[in-house]
């Protein structure tokens, strides 16, 4: 392994509001919101929940860009969102939307317009969440605007007007809000609109990334952010004991709910190599590094039929900072995209030093939060191979409301048929075990067989006694069970020829 360059000790440079800003002596452990309430006084950015679900806290971030866009527009969650991994970015909170010559943004002007405020206290929230629809869209459809603010709640207002103020934000002149970065990031015919001073603003992101390692210290503790495999790789056989970060959308309630010390990190999120998705005629590779959003999108584009597994994980900010190494690392036994990748047949490649292996996913876990991981070693990507021709799949979540919220059951069901039989059966199941699990012993039920109701029935008996899951506040195992066998039926009737409406709007429709 070719010796990396030694980490560069500086602070924590970013943008703030389109203003440069450099911090040192804050604990790298800060979270983003704690940074702009208590240290620069900018309390529009509100504290609800402090764990991601609220969106009291939403504020933008914008990133480099790639391809023909030099800004990422992105809305997160700043109460788990760790203060050093803003740095090269550029953070905009509620306090610049309105333009310093006075009025309001287009955004801020629709929500008035449309009474979408009451206490207050959600609203700068869903402003920004507003804010980043409009540097991302044009005049998207209602399910869309619902799903930008799935992570946002409001038990004052309701979201009638809300959504009212998302469709009526693109009928005000944006030069009445200062236009600029401020404008609309989507021309009307679907083209990225990209402003001077959003020009600008890259160039200044350009002049602030940090050409290696960049080492951060304060309060004793140390940040290590490398750019490259070989720098990640050297930076955690030095330190075993330094804690890989990504999103932080889990560590971070380690932080905001058990006050934990997370001794030193290192950043995952600067890395090119685990930043990327590549294609290859045999597979999917995606790196450690992607953000859920990009993940999902490009698992999309194969597996359509997933569309909504993805649109009902979490919600738009978390799964801008999350990724999808993380989520597979993590290990949760309720983490919705391990049981799809299960299904998929993906595989995990590790690193430690300059060795490399890949493992199966399903062999990836081996007890509640554990996984194979060495010490020093890391997820570099998720491997999902190309899509079988004669492919069946879904993705059912069950779970005590629509959005944003735990699952009680997770199944994904792959089948690959050809000429009536099941050639193939994998499937994915969370929630009902400590770890994500495979149904074996039902995909041995399927395998050879007709895919008739009769093989589904009898399939689902198996299901329904494969597990034995637990009884807690999400569900009871019974009725787990009772739900994980009827998946399997459901996933029987929608694709089984004549397939039978599953869903009220369906039936509304015909």
């Known amino acids: ?74 809305p997160v969650n700043a109460c788990i969102r760790l203060l050093p991994s803003v740095a090269g970015r550029a953070v905009f909170t509620v306090e610049s939307l309105a333009p310093a010559a006075g009025g309001l943004h287009p955004v801020q002007r629709a929500l008035v317009d449309a009474h979408g405020s009451q206490c207050g206290f959600c609203t700068s929230g869903f402003a920004m969440s507003l804010f980043g629809l409009y540097k991302n869209a044009h005049r998207p459809p209602r399910a869309a605007i619902e799903d930008a603010l799935a992570g946002n709640l409001c038990r004052c207002t309701g979201y009638r007007p809300i959504v009212a103020a998302a469709q009526a934000m693109y009928d005000i002149d944006p030069a009445d809000g200062g236009g600029g970065w401020r404008g609309p990031g989507v021309a009307a015919d679907g083209s990225r609109a990209v402003s001077r001073d959003e020009e600008a603003l890259a160039v200044q992101l350009a002049a602030l990334a940090a050409p290696d390692t ?50 030193d990190l290192v950043y995952t999120g600067d ?30 584009a194969s597996w359509p039929e997933l569309a909504e597994a993805w ?30 990748l299960l299904a998929l047949g993906a595989t995990v490649v590790l690193r430690r030093g300059a060795a490399t292996r890949e493992v199966p996913l399903e ?20 491997r999902v191979p190309a899509r079988p021709p004669g492919t069946l ?59 008739d109701d009769a ?30 066998a009827n998946l399997l039926r459901r996933f029987r009737m929608e694709t089984g020829g004549a397939a039978t409406p599953t869903r009220v709007e369906q039936v509304v429709a015909e």
């Not at 560069?8 to 911090?23: D, H, K, T, Y």
């Not at 979540?397 to 099941?422: E, T």
């Not at 699990?437 to 395998?447: F, G, H, N, P």
């Open 393 to 451: 799949v879904r993705a059912y979540k069950v779970s005590k409301r629509y959005d944003q919220d735990i699952s009680a059951v997770f199944a994904c069901l792959a089948l690959v048929v050809a000429g009536g039989r099941i050639a193939a059966a994998r499937i994915g199941c969370g929630g009902v075990a400590a770890t994500p699990k495979r149904a074996a012993a039902t995909e041995a039920a399927l395998a050879g067989r007709a895919w």
């Open 1 to 74: 392994m070719a010796a990396a360059p030694p980490p560069v000790r500086a602070p924590l440079r970013f943008l703030l509001n389109g203003e440069p800003v450099a911090v040192t002596g804050i604990a790298p452990q800060t979270t983003l919101l704690e940074y702009l309430r208590e240290h620069r006084r900018l309390t529009g950015t509100k504290e609800g929940c402090a764990e991601g679900d609220c969106g009291a806290c939403t504020v933008v971030l914008a990133e480099p860009g790639d391809g023909g866009t030099p800004l990422r527009w992105r």
């Open 214 to 263: 960049l080492l951060y210290e304060a309060d004793d503790r140390r940040w290590w952010a490398p750019r490259t495999c070989e720098a990640l790789a050297a930076i955690l056989v030095a330190h075993p004991a330094a804690r890989i970060v990504a999103g932080a959308t889990d560590v971070g309630l380690w932080i905001t709910k058990q006050q934990r010390d997370l001794g």
């Open 311 to 340: 649109a009902r994980f979490a919600s738009v900010p978390i799964r801008n900072s999350g990724t999808l190494g993380g989520n597979v690392a993590n290990g949760s036994p309720i983490g919705d995209s391990l049981p799809v």
């Open 271 to 300: 890395v090119g190599e685990l930043a990327r998705v590549r294609e290859t005629p045999s597979h999917l590779a995606i790196g450690a590094a992607v953000a859920l959003s990009d993940a999902f999108a490009a698992l999309a």
């Open 363 to 382: 062999d990836f876990y081996v007890g509640y939060r554990q996984t194979v991981l060495a010490p020093s070693e890391f997820v570099v990507e998720v």
């Open 455 to 484: 093989t589904a029935d009898a399939a689902a008996r198996v299901l329904a006694a494969e597990f034995a899951p637990i009884d807690d506040m999400r569900a009871s195992a019974a009725y787990r069970r009772t739900v994980l």
